[in-house]
């Protein structure tokens, strides 16, 4: 089974505690979950405490195609997540 890892980083509109938290939430986890998808890391950057990074792994095209859909920006942005900007990097394993 061919996993994606894809790697955000973005800046944020709210604290990275705030994101952080809202990320962690349990409706956040389940719906997460339910995609086939998990959290394998959230940061902030030590120069700059307003930008992220958060890595997912799971299904390829999966968390790529639901965060590039114009539908789901709301969603997206909800958490405290600028949408603009955010640069994308996108990793497989065989």
């Not at 890892?5 to 709210?14: A, E, M, R």
């Not at 505690?17 to 997460?32: G, S, W």
């Not at 950057?45 to 997912?56: G, H, Q, V, W």
């Amino acid at each position: 089974m061919t996993i994606e890892t894809t790697i955000f980083d973005f800046k944020l509109s709210n604290t990275f505690e705030e994101y952080e938290a809202h990320m962690n939430a349990p409706e956040q986890k389940a719906m997460f979950k339910e995609m086939g998808v998990k959290i394998i890391y959230i940061g902030k950057s030590l120069e700059d405490s307003k930008r992220a990074t958060c890595i997912f792994q799971g299904p390829v095209d999966n968390i790529y195609d639901i965060f590039t859909n114009p539908e789901t920006k709301p969603i997206v942005e909800a958490s405290g997540h600028i949408y603009e900007g955010t640069i994308i990097n996108r990793w497989i394993s065989e």
